[in-house]
């Protein structure tokens, strides 16, 4: 029944060692989207992909970049981590359907970094 | 930044009806309201939206008031798996507008 899928659910990294969090949907939703959390705080837009076409939000820090290769799956990759980039990183997607765009989130991978 | 203003925390008694109100007093002529809940360590699940009818499904009622400026989610009966961080956002329904979250209601439904 899981719809948006994210793997892991709990990740730890070293600073500075790249990390990449994985979310697969079978909804076929042509829109993913990356938002963080960090705690106590509202989720915040990160990016988003409208099928391949990339969006980046204008305060997305470079040290975030994702990867679409299909319509099913979407990846962050953090490159640098930092203690600041520990938080819930949820994945999202929704389907352009000119009625109404609600979307489906994922559980969320919490990353930790030591 | 968030278009609407919610209150940041709230208690209803199991059983009870819960209302959740949202101001939204910039809110353009083509904007929805959405509502969303995050229960703790979850992600954000949709619940209801609506333009300017009054909406009801099978987790919730919309209340939006004539002008718009302001809306109520009502959730019937509280459950204690009710209890979680309420999301009131406005946009506009039409692909490129994103949503931004408030830092919403936190409800915490008391048995």
């Known amino acids: 029944d899981a719809m948006v899928i994210q793997n892991p659910r709990y990740q730890v990294t070293q600073f500075g060692k790249p990390v990449t969090l994985s979310c697969s949907q079978t909804l076929n939703h042509n829109v993913m989207y990356w938002y963080q959390q960090k705690s106590s705080q509202a989720p915040k837009l990160l990016f988003h992909y409208y099928d391949k076409d990339f969006n980046n939000e204008a305060d997305t820090p470079d040290n975030f970049q994702s990867r679409r290769p299909n319509t099913s799956f979407c990846f962050l990759d953090i490159r640098s981590p930092g203690l600041g980039d520990a938080a819930m990183y949820l994945c999202a997607t929704s389907r352009l359907t000119g009625v109404s765009y609600e979307q489906y989130f994922g559980p969320g991978t919490r990353l930790t970094v030591t | 930044d968030a278009k609407t203003t919610q209150p940041p925390s709230m208690d209803c008694a199991e059983g009870r009806a819960a209302n959740l109100p949202c101001n939204h007093s910039?809110?353009?002529?083509?904007?929805?309201v959405y509502w969303y809940r995050q229960i703790h360590s979850q992600g954000p699940q949709y619940i209801i939206h609506g333009l300017k009818n009054n909406e009801t499904n099978e987790m919730a009622s919309l209340i939006i008031t004539e002008d718009r400026k302001s809306s109520t989610l009502i959730l019937p009966h509280a459950t204690l798996r009710d209890t979680a961080v309420y999301y009131c956002i406005v946009r506009p329904n039409n692909y490129g507008q994103n949503f931004v979250f408030g830092p919403g209601t936190r409800l915490s439904v008391l048995p």
């Open positions: 910039t809110i353009s002529g083509n904007e929805y």
